[in-house]
């Protein structure tokens, strides 16, 4: 898409990027409207979290599981100079596919501030995730929380996989806790291989890689 295909399909009221998410997840989720939680100030104009929002919906696939979904790490709003790039903005957003879990009473937004945590690194930092990469959280992913889930590898997330955006791609990139073990597994042969292996294993009974924090070895 040109600048000036851009410019005569949509005007800068349009979340442009917004809306090409937002149609991804009506192609799983249909009229379903998801739960939305968005910062109190924006990061733009000095807030600390850079995801603009996190919207959670529910899922039956698999087992009854939430579904968290980013928007912030790919170009949601107009913006002509980005129109026809390669990839949007970092190129990417979060998702997380998590099993309810007791001590939550309701959405697990301690996970979107995991997300918040991962992308005030990129954005710090200029590094992005890719698929098969992965980090140790040097304790619970739920702080003060007796999981032994203690590490997060990213993956496409297999429903959402990417999407051709008017800013580029964007690739919907699941975040899988990790156990103690597998982490350690990791940190031994940290290649991108070794990480799909072992993401290839956990599909075997688990292929939506929901994430159980009551899961052990």
């Known amino acids: 898409m ?14 442009v990027g917004w809306l090409a998410i937002d149609k991804q997840l009506e192609s799983i989720y249909g009229t379903q409207e998801p739960r939305h939680y968005a910062p109190p100030l924006h990061f733009a104009i000095g807030g600390e979290d850079p995801i603009d929002g996190t919207s959670i919906y529910e899922s039956e696939k698999q087992i009854p599981h939430l ?25 990417f957003e979060f998702t997380f596919r998590i099993k309810p879990f007791a001590e939550d009473n309701g959405d697990p937004t301690w996970a979107i501030q995991v997300m918040n945590n991962l992308a005030r690194y990129v954005f710090e930092s200029k590094r ?6 992965f980090v140790p959280a040097n304790g619970p992913i739920r702080l003060e929380t007796a999981t032994d889930i203690v590490g997060l590898a990213f993956v496409p997330d297999p429903e959402l996989g990417a999407i051709q955006t008017p800013h580029g791609e964007v690739t ?18 940290p290649q991108t291989s070794e990480v799909e292996k072992l993401i290839n294993e956990m599909r075997g009974n688990n292929p939506l890689l929901i994430t159980d924090l009551d899961r052990v070895d």
């Open 128 to 133: 992005w995730f890719e698929p098969y990469h």
């Open 67 to 91: 579904h968290l979904v980013s928007y912030g790490m790919s170009q949601l709003y107009y913006d002509e100079e980005q129109a026809g790039g390669e990839f949007s903005k970092w190129g």
């Open 2 to 15: 040109t600048k000036e295909e851009y410019k005569k399909l949509f005007n800068e009221d349009d979340a």
């Open 172 to 189: 919907f990139l699941q975040m899988v806790g990790l156990t103690t073990k597998e982490v350690e597994r990791l940190l031994a042969k």
